[in-house]
């Protein structure tokens, strides 16, 4: 019984030994932040898990107006690198005060290079964004190819003796978003032109990409007057549209009352699912589904 006792308690200590170690390792990991859920993916697909990688905008909130927990900002003071998805609320209200914090830090925007959508600054509620540019673009395979470039780059200069680990793993991500991209647009090629209605205009990269069109409850980023809503109601029973589409983090009010004037149903969507390539294809199924 005592032999049973002593290995019993060995086995505990080596245990404990090895999560103490795991612990210690994982602290001494270089932190690399991202604004969004997405953004872990790509960096983790690069570089596995050689970076601690803090998210910023956790699951369920808007990054348009997300405030920074002192947890956070403790994190961001000890971070190699921040890469921005660039043009959203909470990044453009926080960048000074980061900067400040942790002014050796890297701070990349990847949306510098893209081909972005440009429209009038529109006031979005409770955001605006700046210079009318739609920050959405991890919503399309094609930039995030170029984001997973400028990532790759930049992760290289960190830690340049894992640079042909960091390459092979680039190439192996580009080829997948190859592949993403050729399903997405085989499945949707039929559908050309075919028009879609969203709350939130978070889907117009997408729409770009695939040739849809994309026609937001939100005039002007602002919630739907009663004259916008008729006109988006004559637009759905005109083309028979028994759908709108809205993010999970979003008060569902106005959509709600929009889906009971088209006799549809409100679909909740989740543009920062972190599940990035599944997440596209599900969205894709949803569309050929409700066409």
Same mark, same amino acid.
């Given at each position: 019984?005592?032999?049973?006792?002593?290995?019993?308690?060995?086995?505990?200590?080596?245990?404990?030994?090895?999560?103490?170690?795991?612990?210690? =390792?994982?602290?001494?990991?270089?932190?690399?932040?991202?604004?969004?859920?997405?953004?872990?993916?790509?960096?983790?697909?690069?570089?596995?898990? =050689?970076?601690?990688?803090?998210?910023?905008?956790?699951?369920?909130?808007?990054?348009?107006?997300?405030?920074?927990?002192?947890?956070?900002?403790?994190?961001?003071?000890?971070?190699?690198?921040?890469?921005?998805?660039?043009?959203?609320?909470?990044?453009?209200?926080?960048?000074?005060?980061?900067?400040?914090?942790?002014?050796?830090?890297? @701070?990349?925007?990847?949306?510098?290079?893209?081909?972005?959508?440009?429209?009038?600054?529109?006031?979005?509620? =409770?955001?605006?964004?700046?210079?009318?540019?739609?920050?959405?673009?991890?919503?399309?395979?094609?930039?995030?190819?170029?984001?997973?470039?400028?990532?790759?780059?930049?992760?290289?200069?960190?830690?340049?003796?894992?640079?042909?680990?960091?390459?092979?793993?680039?190439?192996?991500?580009?080829?997948?978003?190859?592949?993403?991209?050729?399903?997405?647009?085989?499945?949707?090629?039929?559908?050309?032109?075919?028009?879609?209605?969203?709350?939130?205009?978070?889907?117009?990269?997408?729409?770009? =990409?695939?040739?849809?069109?994309?026609?937001?409850?939100?005039?002007?980023?602002?919630?739907?007057?009663?004259?916008?809503?008729?006109?988006?109601?004559?637009?759905?029973?005109?083309?028979?549209?028994? @759908?709108?589409?809205?993010?999970?983090?979003?008060?569902?009010?106005?959509?709600?009352?929009?889906?009971?004037?088209?006799?549809?149903?409100?679909?909740?969507?989740?543009?920062?699912?972190?599940?990035?390539?599944?997440?596209?294809?599900?969205?894709?199924?949803?569309?050929?589904?409700?066409?």
């Amino acid at each position: 019984m005592n032999k049973i006792l002593v290995i019993f308690t060995v086995a505990i200590f080596l245990f404990s030994c090895n999560s103490n170690k795991k612990k210690n =390792d994982n602290q001494k990991k270089p932190v690399i932040t991202v604004s969004i859920l997405p953004q872990k993916t790509f960096v983790e697909k690069i570089a596995g898990d =050689d970076f601690d990688v803090q998210v910023l905008v956790p699951q369920g909130a808007s990054p348009e107006s997300y405030n920074l927990l002192p947890s956070q900002l403790q994190k961001i003071s000890h971070s190699a690198v921040w890469f921005r998805i660039g043009h959203i609320g909470f990044e453009l209200s926080w960048i000074n005060k980061v900067k400040e914090l942790n002014p050796e830090m890297q @701070v990349v925007d990847l949306s510098e290079g893209l081909e972005l959508i440009v429209g009038e600054e529109e006031q979005h509620g =409770d955001h605006v964004h700046v210079g009318g540019v739609d920050p959405h673009t991890w919503l399309s395979p094609k930039r995030v190819k170029q984001m997973a470039e400028r990532i790759t780059d930049i992760l290289t200069g960190l830690n340049p003796e894992k640079s042909a680990e960091y390459k092979a793993n680039y190439l192996k991500f580009t080829k997948e978003i190859d592949q993403l991209d050729i399903k997405i647009r085989n499945a949707l090629k039929d559908y050309k032109g075919r028009t879609f209605i969203t709350f939130h205009p978070s889907l117009s990269y997408f729409a770009h =990409d695939y040739e849809l069109v994309q026609y937001p409850l939100e005039l002007e980023g602002k919630e739907p007057t009663p004259q916008h809503m008729a006109e988006v109601v004559e637009k759905a029973r005109k083309e028979n549209i028994r @759908v709108v589409y809205i993010q999970n983090e979003f008060d569902k009010e106005h959509a709600r009352v929009f889906a009971e004037e088209i006799k549809g149903e409100v679909i909740e969507i989740w543009p920062l699912n972190p599940d990035w390539e599944s997440n596209l294809l599900e969205l894709t199924n949803l569309f050929i589904d409700n066409f």
